[in-house]
């Protein structure tokens, strides 16, 4: 069975960096598309970013374009997040999420596959 495990949150100060890690396992991901989404507390689950295992196709929402960078190691079935520049409203639990046959890129009910989230907070 799928299984998708995000690690690498934490705290980090206004303008810091963190680097999330997303394992896949369980199956070949060759069709998936990959996302990173994020929800706040009383917030709903927002699209962060996006690509696709087959051509490393990439998309990302407004609000962390030019700051965050989603990339793949195929070999090694695992999404990775570059998050810089981070500001307080990044603050949020990440999910890593699957969608198996493609979909537009921040359709929600497309991703499938969730991980169990991992807590970035920004604070100084």
């Known amino acids: 069975q799928v299984q998708l495990v995000e690690s690498g949150g934490g705290l980090v100060q206004p303008g810091g960096s963190l680097r999330l890690s997303c394992v896949a396992s369980g199956r070949t991901f060759s069709t998936y598309t990959m996302g990173w989404y994020r929800q706040a507390p009383g917030k709903e689950r927002e699209f962060v970013t996006a690509?696709?295992?087959?051509?490393?196709?990439?998309y990302y929402a407004d609000s962390v374009k030019g700051r965050f960078t989603i990339s793949r190691d195929n070999a090694r079935n695992t999404v990775y997040l570059q998050m810089n520049s981070l500001k307080p409203e990044d603050t949020a639990v990440y999910y890593c999420?699957?969608?198996?046959?493609?979909?537009?890129?921040?359709?929600?009910?497309?991703?499938?596959?969730w991980g169990q989230g991992t807590q970035v907070t920004v604070s100084s």
């Open positions: 999420a699957g969608a198996p046959y493609g979909t537009r890129w921040t359709h929600l009910e497309s991703y499938v596959y």
């Open positions: 690509i696709t295992w087959s051509t490393g196709s990439t």
